[in-house]
């Protein structure tokens, strides 16, 4: 199960999220988002673990403060496919 992990810290490292969800099972990967741009965290990452460990880290960690901020975890949901351009280039009159 792939998991969303929200409102992480932003010095929070990919080893410090494995070693957090590690309390519950093994997970298979782990994954914080950073900006493309910059290269800066953006503040959540994907966890992905067995369905079991997954439920149980949901259970065990979403609202938990970490590093003074209250974390939102829960099953990812799949991106929509298609439309949604990047709101960047020339407005349309």
């Known amino acids: 199960m ?5 409102n992480l810290p932003f010095s929070m490292t990919e080893d410090q999220l494995r070693d957090m969800f590690s309390e519950f099972g093994a997970p298979t990967s782990v994954k914080i988002i950073t900006d493309r741009d910059t290269g800066r965290p953006r503040g959540f990452g994907f966890v992905e673990m067995s369905d079991e460990d997954a439920q149980a880290a949901i259970s ?12 939102i975890v829960n099953e ?10 990047g709101g960047r280039g020339p407005r349309r009159r």
């Open 2 to 6: 792939n998991i969303y992990v929200g």
């Open 60 to 71: 065990g960690l979403n609202e938990q403060e970490v590093g003074g901020r209250k974390i």
């Open 76 to 85: 990812a949901k799949p991106r929509p496919q298609g439309g949604g351009g």
